[in-house]
């Protein structure tokens, strides 16, 4: 049974840094895609970082360059979100997920088989 558990979020202040963590577990998080997208209050879920498991290449959202990192740690089998300079529109539940290869496009939820269950953050003014 694959799952995917999200942690460390929290209400910080703007220009705050903020790290998830994401265990993995049922899967092998280094042969996957690992993504990490966000969802605020009524709006959809975007995409905001992700991490291939072959040579460790990543992708970011317009709002995540320069911001946001993403890495991982194969022997603990988790990939973490570090957000830096946050800001209140950040403010979102942040979701871990993983794809398998194959896929046309990685920014897409639709592309990843699993989630956790998300992780709220809060970034106020």
């Known amino acids: 049974q694959v799952q995917l558990v999200e942690s460390g979020g929290g209400l910080v202040q703007a220009g705050d840094s903020l790290r998830l963590s994401c265990a993995a577990s049922?899967?092998?998080?280094?042969?996957?895609?690992m993504g990490w997208f966000r969802q605020a209050p009524g709006k959809e879920r975007e995409f905001v970082i992700l991490i291939v498991g072959k040579g460790d290449r990543t992708a970011y959202s317009d709002s995540a360059k320069g911001r946001f990192t993403i890495s991982r740690d194969n022997a603990k089998n988790m990939v973490y979100l570090q957000m830096n300079s946050l800001k209140p529109e950040d403010t979102a539940v942040y979701y871990c997920?993983?794809?398998?290869?194959?896929?046309?496009?990685?920014?897409?939820?639709?592309?990843?088989?699993?989630w956790g269950q998300g992780a709220q953050v809060t970034v106020s003014s």
């Open positions: 049922g899967l092998t998080s280094s042969s996957y895609i």
């Open positions: 997920a993983a794809a398998d290869y194959g896929a046309a496009d990685y920014s897409l939820a639709r592309s990843y088989h699993y």
